[in-house]
């Protein structure tokens, strides 16, 4: 088992700034990709961006230019650095862990943290 803790979500007003942490315990051990999603109310959850142990990153084409994704391997920490938030920025943000040829929906999931923009 995984256990991904998730931090950082809060409110922020409209072309501010926030920091989201991810920290995986457990059977980390071969964890190759780990994102961010985000669901907001009545809407299906989506890719926001996502990176390998080897650091090839994917983003979202709504986020490019304004949000960063990087990992510490060590820490076994991913982290989003969002800029520039936008009210449709809110939602509920959560990580991902899985395995070598797991699809998304098997992987391991966070609590997920609400980040909230206001305008």
């Known amino acids: 088992q995984v256990q991904l803790v998730e931090s950082g979500g809060g409110l922020v007003l409209s072309g501010g700034s926030l920091r989201l942490s991810c920290a995986a315990s457990?059977?980390?051990?071969?964890?190759?990709?780990m994102g961010w999603y985000r669901q907001a109310p009545g809407k299906e959850r989506e890719l926001v961006a996502a990176?390998?142990?080897?650091?090839?990153?994917n983003l979202a084409e709504s986020v490019k230019g304004r949000f960063t994704i990087s990992r510490d391997n060590g820490k076994n920490t991913v982290y989003l650095q969002m800029n520039s938030l936008k009210p449709e920025d809110t939602a509920v943000y959560y990580c991902?862990?899985?395995?070598?040829?797991?699809?998304?929906?098997?992987?391991?999931w966070g609590q997920g943290t609400q980040v909230t923009v206001s305008s």
């Open positions: 990176i390998t142990s080897g650091g090839v990153t």
């Open positions: 991902n862990a899985r395995y070598p040829g797991m699809v998304v929906r098997s992987g391991y």
């Open positions: 457990g059977s980390i051990f071969g964890i190759s990709t």
